[in-house]
């Protein structure tokens, strides 16, 4: 058995010590389901949008399209990076009463990602693809099935945040992440308060949620002592008779930068 000496880095034993102590006590469970019931059914859209650095460098230019079949609505976001690179992630989802995910299907390649993705879920069956490459650029397949909840979050999650109710607090989602491997973690949203934003002259209101991500089991308990815990995500939904998505900083990738998405406005020559 490894033994660690005096001079072992503080971080590694109280890693290692965590390990022993927390690992049984932290099982990796499915996060609860708290599913978001239909207030406003989606219909419709094309949205445009841009993506930029938080200090407000130019990345790509986005389109955010939804087309409605019955109960079931196809919402595709896709971001067009000026680098070559894309993101492209289409959900699959019904509204009836309730929003349930049917499928999910994300794409990035190019330069702008450490590494290609290419992920299907097939929420009903919990059958999860993930093609990637692995350190040495090999070619990767990892083919799992899981015990998906209805409400998962992936491509989603900006319905989701629209139909919470006023004097909702708090909410908690189950989302798959897929690197390096599929597991569920857990999304704690809470609004932050209201911050002021204007279109034109028109003074409006946003509401700002806070969204953070809780890996769970052991890993969770050892992110934060290794650098690995995923920062805050950060949403902006204008209130209403007609919510609408105004802004969000997240990553696009695991371990990734927070990149500002916004609306934007067509420009006429």
């Known amino acids: ?40 059914t989606e219909g419709a859209l094309h949205g445009f949008l841009v993506l930029s650095t938080l200090a407000g460098k130019r990345l790509a230019d986005g389109d955010l399209t939804q087309v409605a079949h019955g109960d079931q609505i196809t919402s595709t976001l896709a971001f067009h990076f000026r ?89 908690t989602l189950p989302m798959l992440a897929t690197s390096p491997k599929p597991r569920l973690v857990t999304l704690q949203i809470a609004p932050a308060g209201q911050e002021s934003f204007s279109v034109g002259g028109s003074k409006r209101k946003a509401t700002h949620y806070v969204v953070k991500v809780e890996l769970g089991g052991i890993a969770g308990v050892l992110a934060p002592l290794v650098g690995k815990q995923p920062p805050d995500n950060h949403v902006w939904i204008l209130g209403g008779e007609v919510p609408a998505f105004v802004k969000s900083e997240a990553p696009l990738y695991a371990q990734g930068p927070l990149w500002r998405m916004e609306l934007a406005s067509p420009v006429w020559r």
């Open 83 to 171: 680098d070559g690179s894309l993101h492209e992630e289409t959900a699959v989802f019904s509204q009836s009463h309730r929003f349930h995910l049917v499928s999910d299907h994300l794409v990035q390649k190019g330069p702008a990602f450490p590494r290609p993705m290419d992920v299907t879920i097939d929420r009903a069956s919990g059958r999860v693809t993930v093609r990637t490459t692995d350190d040495d650029g090999k070619k990767k397949v990892i083919e799992e099935r899981l015990d998906l909840p209805a409400d998962l979050a992936n491509g989603v999650l900006l319905t989701l945040l629209k139909n919470i109710p006023r004097d909702g607090q708090h909410l």
């Open 1 to 40: 058995m490894a033994k660690f000496t005096a001079q072992a880095p503080s971080r590694v034993r109280l890693v290692a010590l965590a390990a022993c102590l927390i690992g049984a006590l932290f099982p990796s469970d499915t996060p609860r389901a708290e599913e978001v019931t239909v207030r406003r």
